[in-house]
Structures are given as structure tokens and as C-alpha cells.
């Protein structure tokens, strides 16, 4: 567990400054020359001196009294004092046993202060561990991330050879692997039946177990043996509580030092586990608040998207885009959590237009024009009113402006737009693209990745593009797999991605070429055809 202060030997406590006056005292005022010995008969201390363990050199004329004493940290010694003709040798020996009483009591008392200095730095170093930990789950509100810092740390104190977290999942009931340290991958999403599972007894009792004896556990001789990767004895399980209700366990399996686990470990890990429910509680409610936010800011966006049937669903499928180009850009998760937010309310300044003109499919007056080009300024001007949706504000605000300038409402230009924003354009331009199609629906994104690619460098970030037109090919390519598995007569030989990339690619670029007016040739077409026929489109 934590570092301690190992236990002093006997020598180490006579040399002691406090021993040593302790001892000079006695020696100046008794008589008689006193030695203290070890258990071996080597010298500790003599006549005012602490010895290095010689052995001890009495002339053989030389009478002494000896009595033995013992401290509770094991350690043995004697008290040996020489005397001459002159001495009451039967007072003495009492003298002698009431010294060796009062140096035993002395030792005792070094020992107790030891000890409560131990415990004191213990104490110390485990509030700081804890108060570390606290801190760095204080702004952490993903569930696997905070059982990942939690598990670190322990697996830094405890040093076992595996160790991992499962939490229960309240749908199913089973414990499910959420963070872990040295098991094999083939576990890294085990799921267990919480009755049948070795850690059913620790969450019906609520208490911590270790478990170093499976004669005492008999019922589970079948679940845990030598052979068994994930659960090796020893075990300490300590349970996850979140309100009140044990909702996971910390499981470590076998320190790598080979020592037993002790009452502190548990104690420690407990400590832990108590913070690591206490967060978790707080993501759960933190979820459940985000969930009724989100559920309300639906709400708002259906409401400006039943003003015009046609685009159902478009707030939330542009939301899922941008997700989805967030993520490949290895953007923080609180980032993609706002990013969503911000699909999901990018057009919610149209709620003050008229639907008349939302669903006016004819050319707009100027009037209108302006109308409609003003919502994005009105709906930052509605989300901006929460101080903690100023970035979204700022993001909806700009999501129609061009990568070359020619966009509004302030006409900004490449990096000068948000990057956020970049990132809505082109998912609200895509989905847009899908949507208002008039071609044959078999062809669900062919003319909108040429529309796009076309639009490459001008209205749409290069860079955010690229990244989004290889994901809707990827998730072409997951269609066809799906629809020749349905239906493997329909095509002929069952392409590889890298085929099917490059004959994507080629239908690309053939209609890329008619949309910058080329006209098709009839063997162009019919290629067209055969390539379009070859991915069962």
C-alpha cells in the first residue's frame, strides 16, 4: 500500500537520542556499570556508550545480574549489571528487574510514537491521494473516463498484476467492463451475469471482500482457477455505490510483489471507490439533466422544422454529421457534445420567419431573401441569452459563411471562420443536397459528393471535405456489403473496399466532368452504367 516506516530493531531504538540520556541517567545514578544486550548476546549499548553489537567481554572475576525483557515489535533483549563483594546481591536482582520493567515501558512508548507517526503520514498521504484523485475527477463527467482515473491511481498504490472496473448496467443487469489494466483483450468488453458472477456476494452484502482461499469459497472453485487470466487468487473486490446502491465493483487480482493484501489496501480502495460513486452519481445526473435538455431542444427545432414537412429531421441528421466529422477530428468530447447541440439548433432563427416563405420552392424576394438570410444571426442572438451556449451562439452565427468569403453574415474567410462552423456548413449542405434531389433515389450520394467536391476550397473548408466525403463513401461502401449480402445474385463478383473505392471513384469523376459542363459521350454513359450496375446502385 503506502510507503511506511519499516519497524526499528532494538539497536535502532537504544541508539535513540532520548534512549541513550535515558539510559546515561540510569547508569550514572545505579550502581554498578549496566549493558543492554540483544537477543544474540551482542553488545548494544555499555557503561554511557552504544556499542555496534560486539559481544561481551566480562573479566571472568567479575560478578553481574542479568534480566530479560521484550517488546511487542519482537524484538528480545537483557539488562546485565556487574557488581562487586559490596553489593546486596537479592536487592539488585530487584533493581535490576525493575529496570529492565522500566527500559521495556521506555522502548514501548519509542514504539507507540513510531507507530502514531506511521499512522499520522499514512493519514497524511492518504487524504493527498484522495484529495488528488477528487480533483481530477471534479470536471469529469464521462463515465469510463472517470472509472479510468480511478483505476489508475489504485493500480499506482496497490501495484497488482491485473485490475479492472465493471459497472452494472440497470437494463440488463449484467456487470460490464469499463476500465482495466493488465487482461488479456479478449476481455476488454466482458459482460457478466451479476448472479452468476464471483462478485455477486460482495454486491448483495455491499461489502468488501478478499478473497485468498477457495476452500472458504467453495461455490466458486468452477469460476476461478490457475488458469484463469481475469481471476487470479488473491482477489480484493471492493463495490461501487452510487446513492446509496452498489452499481460496480474494483476488482485486483495478486499483488506484483507477491504480499498479501491488507486491511489498509481495502480501507484505501474503498476510500476510492466511495469517490468514484460520488462521480459517477453526479454523470448520471449530469446525463439524465443533458437528456431533458436535449429532449427540450428538439422540441424547439421540430418546431421551426413543421413549418416546412420537407426538411423533418434535418436538424438532427445535420447534428449526426457533424458528430460524426468531429470525431474524426479528434475533437475533445466536450467539444462534440456542443458540436451536436449546435446541429441541432443551427436553424433555430427561423423560427420568427414566415413558413410561407420556409416552403416558398420559387425564387424569394429580396425582401424574403433577406429574411431568410438573417437567421443564423437571429438564432445566435436567441442561444446566445445562455451564458454557457456563447460558442454555440458564435458557431450558429457563422455556419453560412464561405471558405472564400462570399458567405454572411460578415463575409469572413477560411480560418476566420469558425472551425465549428466549417464543420455545420458543410453537414447542413450535405444534408440539404440529400434531401432535394430529384434523381433516381438508388444514387443516394453520388451528385452530392460532386456537388461538394466541386464546391472544395470555395464554399466549404478543403480540409473538412475531404474528411466528410470519406466518410459517406465508407458508409457507401457498409450499403453495398449489406445489400450483396441480401442479395449476392444481384451483382457479380462481391468487391473488396479497395475496388470499391476505385470504381467510386471513377463515377465521381465521370459525373464530376458533366457537372463542369462536359457532355458525355455514349461510351461514358454506358460506363457510367456498367460502374453504377457493378456497386448495386
Not at 455477486?200 to 467453495?218: A, C, F, M, W
Not at 444571426?377 to 471558405?403: D, F, P, S
Not at 434531401?435 to 456537388?451: E, G, Q, T, W
Request: glycine share 6%; hydrophobic share 35%; proline share 4%.
Amino acid at each position: 500500500m503506502l510507503n511506511k516506516s519499516e519497524i526499528p530493531d532494538l539497536h535502532t531504538l537504544i541508539s535513540r537520542r532520548e534512549l541513550v540520556y535515558f539510559l546515561d541517567q540510569i547508569n550514572v545514578i545505579f550502581p554498578g556499570e549496566i549493558s543492554v544486550l540483544d537477543s544474540e548476546g551482542g553488545i548494544i549499548y555499555e557503561n554511557g556508550h552504544v556499542k555496534d553489537q560486539t559481544d561481551l567481554d566480562i573479566k571472568p572475576e567479575t560478578e553481574f545480574i542479568s534480566h530479560p525483557f521484550n517488546i511487542t515489535n519482537g524484538s528480545s533483549g537483557s539488562i546485565v549489571v556487574s557488581i562487586d563483594e559490596n553489593t546486596q546481591k537479592e536487592t539488585l536482582k530487584d533493581n535490576v528487574a525493575t529496570l529492565a520493567k522500566m527500559i521495556s515501558d521506555k522502548l514501548e512508548q519509542e514504539l507507540k510514537s513510531d507507530n502514531l507517526a506511521s499512522e499520522i503520514i499514512n493519514i497524511y498521504q492518504e487524504l493527498n491521494l484522495l484529495y488528488e484523485l477528487g480533483e481530477l475527477l471534479s470536471s469529469v463527467l464521462d463515465a469510463k473516463e472517470i472509472c479510468r482515473i480511478v483505476l489508475d491511481q489504485a493500480v499506482d498504490i496497490i501495484n497488482p498484476k491485473s485490475a479492472f472496473v465493471m459497472l452494472i448496467e440497470p437494463d440488463t443487469d449484467e456487470l460490464v467492463m469499463t476500465a482495466s489494466m493488465g487482461i488479456d483483450n479478449k476481455f476488454k468488453d466482458l459482460r457478466l451475469q451479476m448472479k452468476e458472477s464471483i462478485y455477486s456476494k460482495v454486491i448483495r452484502n455491499g461489502s468488501p471482500t478478499v478473497i485468498d482461499d477457495l476452500e472458504k469459497y467453495p461455490e466458486l472453485q468452477d469460476k476461478i482457477s490457475k488458469d484463469n487470466d481475469l481471476f487470479t487468487i488473491p482477489i480484493m473486490v471492493v463495490p461501487i455505490n452510487i446513492k446509496e446502491k452498489v452499481s460496480g465493483i474494483i476488482s485486483m487480482s495478486e499483488k506484483e510483489n507477491g504480499k498479501k493484501f491488507t486491511t489498509e489496501d481495502t480501507k484505501l480502495i474503498t476510500a476510492m471507490a466511495s469517490q468514484a460513486g460520488m462521480s459517477l452519481g453526479n454523470a448520471r445526473l449530469y446525463e439524465e439533466q443533458r437528456e431533458m435538455f436535449l429532449g427540450t431542444v428538439e422540441t424547439l427545432a421540430a418546431a421551426v422544422e413543421a413549418k416546412d414537412p420537407y426538411t423533418i429531421g434535418h436538424c438532427r441528421r445535420v447534428a449526426e454529421y457533424a458528430v460524426l466529422i468531429g470525431q474524426e477530428l479528434g475533437l475533445p468530447e466536450g467539444e462534440v457534445a456542443d458540436l451536436r447541440l449546435a446541429g441541432i439548433l443551427h436553424d433555430i432563427g427561423k423560427i420568427g420567419i414566415s413558413g410561407l416563405v420556409l416552403k416558398k420552392r420559387g425564387g424569394l424576394s429580396r425582401s424574403e431573401h433577406e429574411k431568410l438570410k438573417n437567421h443564423p444571426v437571429k438564432g445566435a442572438e436567441i442561444i446566445g441569452r445562455m451564458q454557457h451556449m456563447k460558442n454555440i451562439a458564435l458557431w450558429i452565427k457563422h455556419h453560412h459563411e464561405c471558405y472564400d468569403g462570399s458567405g454572411y453574415p460578415d463575409g469572413l474567410k477560411e480560418e476566420e471562420i469558425p472551425l465549428h462552423s466549417r464543420i455545420l456548413a458543410l453537414a447542413d449542405a450535405y444534408d440539404i443536397l440529400t434531401l432535394s434531389r430529384n434523381y433516381n433515389a438508388r444514387y443516394p450520394y453520388d451528385i452530392p459528393i460532386v456537388k461538394l467536391h466541386l464546391s472544395s476550397g470555395n464554399q466549404y473548408d478543403p480540409a473538412i471535405v475531404d474528411i466528410f466525403l470519406n466518410l459517406v463513401r465508407e458508409n457507401g461502401y457498409k450499403k453495398y456489403l449489406d445489400e450483396y449480402n441480401k442479395n449476392p445474385d444481384k451483382g457479380g463478383m462481391k468487391l473488396n473496399r479497395v475496388a470499391y473505392y476505385r470504381i467510386d471513384s471513377e463515377i465521381i469523376n465521370i459525373l464530376t466532368q458533366e457537372a463542369q459542363g462536359k457532355a458525355l459521350s455514349e461510351d461514358e454513359q454506358q460506363r457510367l452504367q456498367e460502374l453504377r450496375k457493378s456497386v448495386l446502385r
